[in-house]
């Protein structure tokens, strides 16, 4: 009888902390869940051809879907470190480098006018508009920066940089992953 | 206690170290990469202290100078000496640091800067910084280059005791580490790397945004630098922009570049609008269409160079000194025979198998 | 500072030069400087939590002793001689009383700011769990080795109430203590009478000592460099995905991170040992080869010593002689004899487990941890005499060698699987991992070369067996033969062939430098 009352009591006492740590694992859980259904660039993404990709996705499954491309040109550094693989596709350019043996997403290019962000932005566009079509994006982690004609839109390690001329008219539209110099 | 008993105690113990410190070395020597393969620009910074003539020209600077130049080609056609000190991306302090190094040298009257890597301004990578500085004598120059480029995850101690840096390579370790221990075969002419491949360029990606277009005040820290210790040592610094047509050359980075060389009466020299003059053809004269010239591109390139040296600052033409002459004939004799060696393998591979990682294997 | 960083190393050279060189003297002094430089290292605001501490246990401990002085002198003095009994025992009282005050004050403001810094969000993430609150938590510098230093100084303030010790009335000695740099990282949680003689003694330079201390050095980088660090990214990536490394990927886990805890943790305390014994500073063990140890009760006599037996003097021990837990057992008496008596030893252990649980982290599956290390030693307990009749039946099973293994080998698997909630830091998880060891299987799975893709060479897991056997062969002679150092001491050319080989085996075969993290001693989040 005694040691069924101490085993008792020890296990109570477990018990409560099983429920505590049960609740926390399910926030950890759901947490988890949540970290893992978000993309890293939010809501910087692209569509091309129908298909709906961004910076530091898995370049393959991305080149499988988007179909392919027209010519690829490798811009190697000096002796071997980091090539750039771009692909040119109708409209757009997808640079893709290798990161720890798997090829990632690192640039997306817009290369003329008809070729559009999923904002509605593209080459030729006034600026202002495309800034208004920017500002419609509601999400507290996008931040934005202006240096000399450049509008950079930042989340997480995604930037998106819109180049307009004296004008106010877009130049240029490039998706690309920060780095540490940015 | 006793000077005996000293002795026995201290003795031991000196000559344990000494016995340790000698693992150490030889440790070192046979983990360092040798770059004897595959990977050659490692091994450049270490030829230059082979040279036995002195120099008039120095170039300083990345892959854009030791693909683009051809000493060979300068001395062939114009008389000049010159010798490259350049590595894979050799950022603007590591080029400051192999010039003052090379002034402990010699006395070179011109040198010349290729102003691309100015896009730098910070560390970059240490697998980059170790080819450019490993082989570099230890010096108050060598200190001075390792300090100004270490990333944060390295130790300046590693670039002094080599196997504290290298010793995870014993798991790597190849019949070239055990054959290349105590010396090392040439992979350089006069600096020049040579590939005698032709890849044509066809069609360039667009030009990337510039988010920052301003040149980092490290760079224009040590440009003042480089101009401060050619006037110290004599020499007249002339700065280059060379033909490499992708990394984009922006018009922002050549108004920084002209205005600092109006400002302080530096000679600024873009090649980049002289291709035509020059007669480079993108089709035929680049083996990585377009970043970098052949050795054909770097011929033409260079000829027009050793005329503009001879002709605008009045380099003497040293073909009618014994001794620089012969020198050179033996740089000329392994230049022939290294292009021999390429285009042979280039015939019967398709492709520089000994020069390269095999990247461009048809 | 890491103990692994070349800073460290040069740090280390430097102080061991200076210490010799300086008038015997300051070495002391020097010491308090070289603290005061290796933990602003770690940033100055940790520093100022250390200086409070420091202030708080200096002047506690010495309102303390000037209590104790003013008592004793005044009850041989003539007044006091004259004072009526009753009279004397209420002045005592008084006296006490304020002691106790002081001593409470300076424990709620040491341990306060431990738990402050170190359990707010531990609670806030309680409170906001079982209220549905969203209470944000607080981003508050968490000083290095707070821990260490913060249990050091209770056992200061607490021998000096019971008159173990003499209070310290040098401010610059009791900081010394607090802060000793090589104790700070991960322990030994020292005791003030042990470590008062020969901390601030002055201390020639020794050639033995400064040997063995190097030695001793060396072999903890051994440990900590080419066994630990080895095995980290395996262990990091087993535990990491136990959805995807579970069955017998979860007790391969389960055993890498046994060697791995164990080379990391003593490796440690082989360089703090190694160091306070080059500076003339005896430390006392740690860790006496736990992994031999037949039982729990003794795993615990043997790992973390100093944790353990700080626990059992200043939690369990009050605690099972408390008048109050004493009168409640009585009054349980009365009705279950055997359960009363049992009943303050068993709640003590429960309470002391509970709360070394919480003192390793400020999480739940660390209390889960503990709570189940009590309740395996109970469980033992309440078996001892069905254990021991068993022993007196087959005395010949019981004292053999495989009998030995086998005891050896339970104890060293109910360890690894209670090990397994600071692996996976979580209490479902670990339970099913856990539990996937007998049910999911994965057996062939593991050992066709699935272990190669967890950052590990073949290589790697080659250099990491022999470095875990030499550890073991170590042991082995250690527990038969004692200090393996006196041993090769003894044969005067053995030293300088075996040390300089186990230099170069660390600088060649050590997980360090670029492309290795330089990860942190594991106790030294504490």
């Known amino acids: ?182 | 206690m006793t000077t005996k008993q000293k002795i026995k105690t201290w003795l031991p113990l000196c000559l344990c170290l000494v016995l340790l410190a000698a693992a150490v070395w030889f440790l070192g020597r046979l983990t360092q990469p040798k770059y004897m393969s595959g990977v050659l620009e490692g091994a450049m910074t270490a030829e230059y202290y082979e040279e036995k003539t002195p120099h008039d020209v120095i170039f300083i600077g990345d892959c854009e100078v030791y693909e683009n130049f051809s000493p060979v080609t300068m001395w062939r056609e114009a008389g000049i000496t010159s010798y490259i000190r350049g590595t894979a991306q050799q950022l603007i302090w590591q080029s400051y640091y192999l010039l003052e190094d090379a002034f402990r040298y010699e006395s070179p009257k011109i040198v010349v800067y290729n102003v691309q890597a100015m896009k730098y301004s910070e560390p970059q990578s240490e697998a980059y910084n170790r080819m450019a500085l490993d082989g570099m004598r230890l010096s108050v120059s060598k200190l001075g280059a390792v300090r100004a480029s270490m990333t944060e995850d390295e130790d300046a101690i590693s670039y002094l005791i080599p196997l504290l840096r290298y010793h995870s390579r014993w798991q790597e370790l190849t019949q070239e580490d055990w054959t290349y221990l105590f010396r090392r075969d040439k992979v350089t002419v006069a600096g020049y790397l040579m590939r005698a491949d032709v890849k044509p360029m066809k069609r360039l990606p667009s030009v990337p945004i510039l988010k920052d277009p301003d040149i980092g005040e490290a760079c224009w820290e040590y440009l003042g630098k480089i101009q401060a210790l050619c006037e110290k040592h004599g020499a007249r610094l002339i700065l280059i922009k060379s033909s490499s047509i992708w990394p984009h050359w922006y018009d922002e980075w050549e108004e920084q570049i002209s205005a600092y060389a109006a400002e302080h009466g530096l000679d600024y020299i873009n090649f980049l609008p002289l291709q035509d003059e020059i007669g480079i053809d993108f089709t035929t004269d680049t083996y990585d269409a377009g970043l970098h010239l052949n050795l054909y591109g770097a011929e033409k390139a260079s000829a027009y160079f050793a005329r503009l040296l001879a002709d605008a600052y009045g380099l003497e033409d040293h073909r009618g000194d014994s001794a620089i002459a012969a020198d050179w004939e033996e740089k000329c004799a392994q230049y022939d025979a290294l292009l021999d060696a390429q285009l042979r393998e280039l015939e019967e591979y398709g492709y520089l198998k000994s020069w390269t990682l095999g990247n461009d294997r048809p | 500072m890491l103990f692994t960083s070349y800073r460290f190393i040069a740090f280390l050279a430097l102080l061991f030069l200076v210490y010799y060189l300086i008038p015997k003297r300051f070495q002391w002094l020097l010491l308090l400087a070289a603290d005061v430089l290796f933990y602003a290292c770690a940033g100055w605001k940790g520093l100022v939590f250390l200086c409070v501490t420091v202030l708080v246990s200096w002047l506690a401990g010495m309102l303390m002793g000037r209590s104790f002085k003013e008592q004793k002198s005044f009850l041989k003095s003539p007044e006091g001689k004259a004072l009526p009994r009753e009279e004397r025992k209420v002045w005592k009282k008084k006296r006490e009383s304020y002691r106790k005050f002081v001593l409470t004050l300076a424990l709620l403001a040491d341990l306060g700011i431990l738990a402050a810094l170190k359990y707010t969000n531990f609670f806030i993430s309680n409170v906001n769990s079982l209220f549905s609150a969203e209470l944000a938590g607080v981003d508050w510098v968490l000083p290095m080795g707070i821990s260490f230093y913060t249990f050091q100084t209770v056992s200061y303030l607490i021998d000096v109430y019971w008159e173990k010790v003499e209070a310290e009335n040098n401010l610059l000695r009791v900081a010394l203590f607090t802060s000793f740099f090589p104790l700070l990282v991960q322990g030994p949680i020292s005791r003030f009478g042990d470590l008062k003689e020969t901390l601030y003694a002055e201390h020639s330079f020794d050639f033995k000592g400064f040997s063995f201390g190097m030695q001793r050095i060396l072999w903890g980088y051994f440990k900590k460099l080419v066994v630990a660090d080895r095995l980290l990214p395996a262990v990091k990536a087993l535990c990491g995905a136990p959805d995807q490394y579970n069955g017998a990927f979860a007790l391969i886990g389960a055993l890498f991170y046994a060697a791995e805890l164990y080379a990391d943790f003593t490796g440690g305390i082989d360089i703090t040992i190694g160091v306070a014994q080059v500076l003339g500073i005896e430390v006392k063990e740690n860790f006496i080869r736990p992994y031999f140890s037949r039982n729990i009760a003794e795993y615990w006599r043997r790992w973390h010593i100093s944790m353990g037996t700080w626990f059992k003097d200043y939690v369990f021990f009050p605690m099972s002689a408390a008048p109050r837990l004493m009168k409640l057992s009585k009054k349980i008496r009365t009705r279950w004899d055997g359960f009363g008596r049992k009943m303050p030893v068993y709640l003590s252990t429960l309470v002391t487990w509970f709360l070394t649980g919480l003192w390793h982290g400020a999480a739940w599956n660390f209390v889960v941890w503990g709570l189940l290390n009590a309740v395996i030693i109970l469980i033992a307990e309440e078996f001892k005499p069905l254990s021991t009749r068993f022993r007196e039946k087959f005395p010949r099973l019981t004292g053999s060698f495989g009998y030995r293994v086998f005891e050896i080998l339970r104890t060293f698997l109910i360890m690894c699987s209670l090990r397994m909630l600071d692996c996976y830091r979580n209490v479902p998880v670990s339970f099913k991992a856990f539990g996937s060891v007998f049910t999911a299987g994965k057996w062939r799975e593991a050992f066709s070369g699935a272990l190669l893709e967890l950052g590990l060479s073949v290589w790697d897991y080659r250099i990491a067996g022999l470095g875990v056997l030499l550890m073991f062969l170590v042991s082995v002679l250690q527990e038969r033969h004692g200090s393996v150092r006196e041993l090769l001491w003894k044969k005067p050319a053995l030293p300088y062939v075996v040390f300089p080989v186990l230099a170069l085996l660390v600088l060649c075969f050590g997980a360090y430098g670029v492309g290795y993290d330089a990860s942190q001693f594991i106790y030294n989040q504490f």
């Open chain 1, 1 to 182: 009888m005694k040691k069924i009352l101490a085993l008792v009591t020890v296990f109570a006492l477990l018990t409560l902390c099983f429920c505590a740590a049960a609740a926390f694992a399910a926030d950890d859980a759901a947490a988890a869940e949540d970290e893992e259904e978000a993309p890293v660039y939010g809501p910087l993404g692209f569509v091309y051809n129908e298909v709906s990709f961004g910076i530091l996705d898995e370049a393959e499954p991305v080149m499988e879907a988007i179909g392919e491309a027209d010519d690829l040109f490798v811009s190697a550094s000096c002796a071997y470190q980091g090539d750039d693989y771009i692909y040119y596709y109708d409209g757009l350019e997808l640079t893709v480098n290798e990161i720890d043996g798997v090829s990632y997403v690192t640039g997306i290019t817009l290369v003329d006018d008809m070729i559009e962000t999923p904002q509605g932005v593209a080459i030729g566009m006034d600026i202002e508009e495309a800034l208004a079509l920017m500002a419609e994006i509601e999400d507290e982690a996008l931040t934005m920066e202006e240096n000399r004609g450049v509008y950079s839109f930042q989340y997480g390690p995604a930037l998106l940089m819109i180049q307009a001329n004296e004008d106010g008219e877009i130049t240029a539209i490039q998706y690309t992953a920060v780095t540490e110099e940015d």
